[in-house]
C-alpha cells in the first residue's frame, strides 16, 4: 500500500525521468539572468508537472494510489518537460537574434518576454515604426515563424505625461502596429493578440526622464497553447 510519503518518493523519481529523458542542448546556458542551479528548465517543468501529475493521479485512484501516482506522474510530466524544452530552445535562438538590438529577452517561467523600449521602436506620440525597429522585428517575425507553437500578446505602454486617454489610445495603436507588420512578414494571426495599457504597469519611476524613458514601451509575450502537444525537435 502507497503512503503519501512513498508517492512522493515515486512521483520525484518519475519527475526526473520526464525531465531529462532527452538531452538538452541549452542545459549548461544561464538563460534566465541567473538561473544556473545545474538543472535545466526542461527537468524543471518536468519535475513539477510530474509531481502534481503524480498527486492528481492518485486522487483520482482510490483503490491503487500507487499507480494512479505513476501515470499522472509520467503523463503529466511529459507533456510540461516537452514544453520546457520547446521554450529553452526558442529562448536560446531569441537571445541570438536580439543581441545588441537594444530588445531585452526574460524568461518568467513558461512565459518568454520581449521588452522594446521606446528609443528605437517609435517616435514621440507616434505609431508609426521608426526605421531602427525594424531590423529587430524582421529577426522576431523569422523566430515566431520557426518557432510558430505560441500565443503572442503584445501590448504596448506609455509614460503617464499627458492625458490618460490618449496614451490609452496610443499605447493599443503601437501594438496594433507590431502585430500588422509582424503579420505582413508572415507571422500567423490567428496566434496573436493585441492590447494598449497606456501608463499602466510602470517598470520604473515616471518622476525623471530616464524612468519615462522606460515605461514608454513594447512587450511581446509568449506563451503556451492551452491543450498544445509539444513534441522535442
Known sequence: MFTLSRLMVVATAVALLAGCASPNPYSNQDQAGGDSGGMSKTAKYGGLGALAGAVAGAAIDHNNRGKGALIGAAVVGAGAAG???YA???EAA?????ANTGVEVQRQGDQIKLI???NITFATDSSGIAPSFYSPLNSLAGSLKQFNQNIIEIVGYT????ARQHNMDLSQQRAQSVATYLTSQGVDPSHLAVQGLGPDSPIASNADVNGRAQNRRVEVNLKPIPGQQYQQQ
Open 83 to 85: 514544453y520546457g524544452y
Open 88 to 90: 529553452d530552445k526558442q
Open 94 to 98: 531569441l537571445r541570438k537574434s536580439m
Open 116 to 118: 522594446m523600449p521606446g
Open 159 to 162: 509614460d503617464s505625461t499627458g
